[in-house]
């Protein structure tokens, strides 16, 4: 006989905690509860699922093994009872976006103060993690849509382009290129250039603006988000292109933002689900999204344009 759902939470509990007492306490019930819950798994499966050292509780191979489709199927109840509350009010509910940090960061939060002052009863989770990860996301069902930057490989999904955006060069105030307004790759070379790895989109984006002008992109400093390009761009000890979607939030007083020649456009894109409809709350969001992507865009002097 299969555990239920209750069981599969003492796993769950038990294995984030490595203590029955704790993972009591974190489901609210008894630790015989917990204990009787691991044997009646141990029994079903057929093996057994924690062993004991050093005086925790340790899963064993089966055991994480089993771990990430205990998770999708608690994750899938807990949706299902979510969606089952917000039907019951079609203006309540919880839209959950998965979204690369530079769209999280300075998109998202226009558009949720948006939809807040007129939906109140709308709430939202947002994760923020990278492009192949906010796809699996998507496809596997765990949020309703995603926002990334292209290109991306969009397996099990369909995409919608958002917003176009060039890429800038950012110094530090006191940078000696920050007197000038553009700067190409032949202008950086004699500087520590901070960037992107070739596999990530932004990293192959810059690559090839570097090898069109036939220059070598070295990396002194390799980054994986524009926040941290950024963090390092201020403190003068490089120079970083990035995406230019921080410009849609506060603009970073410590740095000077240049125009990067050749003009290399990168597209913030919504993910959605291939098959199944979108929920109302979530739709009502991404109406929302669309409105604020316009609107800034409008604010930033050309260097953004709407996609529709």
Same mark, same amino acid.
Do not use: W
């Given at each position: 006989? *299969? ?10 509990? =038990? ?15 008894? $630790? ?20 004991? %050292?050093?005086?925790?509780? $340790? ?13 999708? @199927? ?12 917000? &039907?019951?009010? @079609? ?5 959950? #976006? ?9 998109? @998202?939060?226009?558009? =949720? ?16 993690? #990278? ?5 699996? $996301? ?26 176009? !955006? ?10 000696? *290129? ?7 790759? %032949?202008? &950086?070379?004699?500087?520590?250039? #901070? ?10 984006? #810059? ?36 995406? !230019? ?10 740095? +000077?933002? *240049? %125009? ?8 913030? %894109? ?21 409105? !604020?992507?316009?609107?800034?865009? +409008? ?10």
């Amino acid at each position: 006989m *299969l555990p239920n759902l209750n069981r599969l939470r003492a796993i769950q509990a =038990v294995i984030h905690t490595g203590s029955v007492t704790d993972a009591a306490s974190s489901l609210g019930v008894s $630790q015989p509860a917990v204990s009787m819950a691991l044997r009646d798994c141990a029994s079903a499966f057929g093996f057994p699922l924690f062993e004991r %050292k050093q005086g925790r509780l $340790q899963p064993t191979s089966e055991a994480m093994a089993l771990m990430p489709e205990i998770e999708r @199927i608690i994750d899938g109840v807990q949706r299902v009872e979510e969606l089952a509350a917000g &039907l019951r009010d @079609i203006n309540v509910g919880l839209v959950r #976006i998965a979204s690369t940090p530079s769209l999280a960061d300075n998109l @998202i939060p226009h558009a =949720v103060a948006q939809i807040r002052s007129s939906a109140r009863a709308i709430d939202v989770a947002l994760y923020t993690m #990278i492009n192949s990860e906010v796809v699996e $996301q998507v496809s596997t069902g765990r949020v309703d849509f995603g926002l990334v930057l292209a290109p991306i490989d969009p397996v099990d999904t369909r995409e919608v382009d958002l917003l176009n !955006s060039e890429l800038v060069c950012v110094v530090a105030r006191n940078h000696p *290129l920050a007197r000038l307004r553009a700067v190409a790759p %032949k202008d &950086l070379a004699a500087f520590p250039l #901070i960037s992107f790895n070739r596999n990530l989109p932004l990293g192959a984006l #810059i690559s090839r603006a570097f090898q069109s002008k036939g220059v070598r992109r070295h990396i002194d400093f390799e980054v994986s988000q524009s926040s941290s390009a950024r963090a390092l761009a201020r403190t003068g000890v490089g120079v970083a292109i990035i995406d !230019s979607f921080y410009l849609l939030g506060d603009r970073d007083r410590g740095l +000077k933002h *240049l %125009k990067f020649t050749p003009t290399t456009v990168q597209t913030a %894109k919504i993910i959605l689900p291939r098959h199944g409809r979108v929920s109302r709350p979530a739709r009502l969001l991404l109406g929302a999204i669309r409105q !604020s992507a316009a609107r800034l865009s +409008k604010e930033q002097l050309g260097t953004f344009k709407p996609r529709h």
